[in-house]
């Protein structure tokens, strides 16, 4: 396939501060640890950011009805859900939305429910609107991530409220199927709980014969409880432009999502509205060539992975993060061990899972390849 959108590029970011690559800067070390690809963002996108900028003029700037209109026609062309404008709370991220969920759900004292391992700001909101967190670990059962189910009926309690989805599921890679969610929503019902479903990487689901399903598309009587987060950011690679959406199909639960909202959440920032309408009306072509990318990394993934002595990973069916349990390896702290190899991953112990780390693998190929290299390098050199 031709490169036409630059994937195989590699970008100097080294001379950025403060992000990604910042966090290495001159030290030899190859960054594969937070959630954002290495890849410029689509030219549709950029051109759109470009032409805003150019105007000169930043003032006070509302959501338009085409910005509107381009994430509702994606969010029914992606994944099949018709929603209506009104459902629509403008956010400027998607953690900034699940920590407000935790706040407009029930009262302090109450408890929130989440699987680890997980994306590590899901185990700090409850606390942050003194909510209890309960939690309980996702099993390996054949080869797949998947529910205790009988687990996670037993944790929920009468003072349970919250029910904090992630899907596709950073970190493990699971995109939940039908009978999964469709469990999720039954529980939701029988237990009376609102579900907060962090859907940011939806956009980035590889396998096509697993479609993403909102699980507030189920029925109306889930989306009547379900708080619904999706960001163009992942999956066009801005996430530093701070644009994201709640979708709440009940007027109530709206209500009180916005009113824990009033006073203290900004608006989102005009150039992160742009970006959003060009990537969700325009990003189409690159997202195809991205996902051809990621699959292909992948692979790589998996099969340097498997060359690893005590390193095992099960293939994400979504996202560009394999999850890679380090136990039978006997290394104290894998992070470190291969920071100090030269390949900078996250430590799973803040996703509540030590002994795993978690790998980025939204770069060009050849970056990917000299990482795994360092890595086979660094266990062989023990
Ligand atoms: C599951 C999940 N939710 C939220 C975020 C971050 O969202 P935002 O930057 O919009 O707050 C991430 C980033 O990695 C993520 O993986």
């Known amino acids: ?54 105007h000169g003029v930043f003032g006070y700037t509302q959501p338009w009805p085409s910005l509107v209109e381009a994430v509702v026609d994606a969010v029914e062309r992606d994944h099949g859900w018709r929603i ?17 969920a935790c706040r407009a759900v029930g009262e302090p004292g109450d408890e929130v429910f989440t ?33 205790n189910r009988a687990a996670v009926e037993e944790a ?23 009978d999964e969610l469709g469990w999720i929503a039954d529980l939701a019902e029988r237990r009376d709980l609102v579900i907060c479903s962090d859907e940011i990487h939806c956009g980035l689901v590889l396998d096509d014969g697993l479609p993403h399903l909102p699980i507030a598309a189920l029925d109306e009587r889930v989306a009547r409880r379900t708080i619904t987060l999706m960001a163009p950011s992942k999956t066009w690679n801005i ?17 009180r999502f916005r009113d824990a909202m009033r006073g203290i959440v900004p608006h989102v920032n005009l150039l992160g509205l742009v970006a959003c309408e060009a990537a969700y009306r325009d990003g189409g072509p690159w997202r195809e060539a991205l996902l051809e990318v990621l699959r292909a990394n992948r692979a790589r993934v998996a099969a340097a992975v498997a060359d690893m002595p005590g390193l095992a990973s099960v293939p994400p069916e979504a996202t560009y993060l394999a999850w890679i349990d380090c136990r039978g390896a006997g290394l104290e ?39 795994l290299a360092r890595m086979q390098r660094a266990l062989r050199g023990r």
């Open 1 to 54: 396939m031709t490169d036409i959108f630059g994937f195989d590029r590699q970008i100097d970011r080294g001379s950025l501060p403060g992000e990604k690559w910042g966090r290495y800067a001159g030290r030899d070390v190859l960054p594969l640890w937070v959630a954002d690809m290495d890849f410029a963002a689509p030219p549709a996108v950029i051109g759109a950011v470009q032409a805003r900028v150019a």
């Open 333 to 371: 702290h894998p992070a470190a061990f291969f920071e100090a190899g030269g390949v900078g991953l996250s430590d799973g112990a803040p996703f509540g899972a030590p002994g795993f780390v978690r790998l980025n693998f939204g770069c060009p190929p050849a970056t990917l390849a000299e990482a």
């Open 115 to 147: 699987a680890t391992p997980v994306y590590p700001p899901f185990l700090s909101a409850p606390a942050n609107s003194e909510r209890r967190l309960v939690s309980r670990p996702l099993e390996l059962a054949g080869g797949r991530w998947g529910w």
């Open 84 to 100: 209506e404008p009104d459902w629509l709370v403008w956010l400027p991220g998607v953690v900034s939305g699940f920590n407000i």
């Open 239 to 255: 996430a530093s432009l701070y644009c994201a959406l709640a979708i709440i199909p009940d007027p109530a639960l709206r209500r």
């Open 156 to 178: 929920i309690g009468p003072r349970t409220r919250l029910f904090m989805l992630c899907n596709p599921h950073n970190p493990v890679g699971r995109v939940f199927d039908r």
